[in-house]
């Protein structure tokens, strides 16, 4: 019988996916996008009360590809990009001891790569569902989520991660190298299994 934290974890992602699109959307004045969107999802109260544990996968999905039909692509994808980055900055401030980020800022750029996606890998269930993370170093950092949950019900031409590829690229700026770039390579929404994401903090660097 499955232990009852597999039961949590599966089909489940933690509530930043939501907290922080709502944040990002208010910061943004997008109010009456956001108020449209929640309403189709017929989570209206989200906005006021957002969810404070895990939360069904498929309904953060719901809100993030929804946020396309009713913002035009580019303030869609803003929104989403300044909703990682204020998740990444909830984990830095709230979740990321603050010891542990002196220590891996104190380290060469690859081991503190190395160090910081063993404890993303950790946590990975939290948003990037049960199916599965992982991750090479070499001289960057590959990440690889398997059937992206918040991919599900999205079709797009190009690689449209913004949310993950941002909370990867803050995370690493602030731990590993200023300069860290972050960028999604291939993706569920375009009809791949995975979405990949290239993490370089220097020019020289190649996928590893």
Request: aromatic share 6%; proline share 7%.
């Amino acid at each position: 019988m499955p232990h009852p934290n597999e039961i949590e974890r599966s089909g489940h992602i933690g509530p930043n996916a939501v907290i922080q699109l709502v944040a990002a959307l208010k910061t943004l004045g997008e109010t009456e996008a956001m108020e449209r969107l929640f309403a189709q999802a017929d989570r209206s109260a989200w906005i006021d009360s957002p969810p404070s544990s895990m939360i069904p996968a498929s309904e953060a999905a719901r809100l993030h590809v929804g946020l396309r039909d009713v913002l035009p692509a580019p303030r869609a994808e803003a929104a989403l990009a300044l909703a990682g980055r204020l998740t990444a900055e909830y984990l830095l401030a709230v979740r990321i001891p603050r010891p542990a980020q002196v220590v891996l800022k104190l380290l060469p750029a690859r081991l503190a790569a190395s160090v910081l996606m063993r404890a993303i890998s950790a946590n990975a269930w939290t948003f990037g569902g049960a199916d599965g993370f992982s991750y090479t170093v070499g001289s960057g950092v590959e990440a690889v989520i398997r059937n992206n949950p918040l991919c599900e019900g999205l079709h797009a031409e190009a690689p449209a991660c913004v949310w993950h590829a941002a909370v990867f690229e803050t995370l690493f700026r602030a731990l590993v190298s200023p300069a860290t770039q972050a960028r999604e390579t291939s993706c569920c929404a375009q009809g791949d299994n995975s979405c990949h994401f290239q993490l370089i903090w220097d020019k020289k660097s190649s996928s590893p």
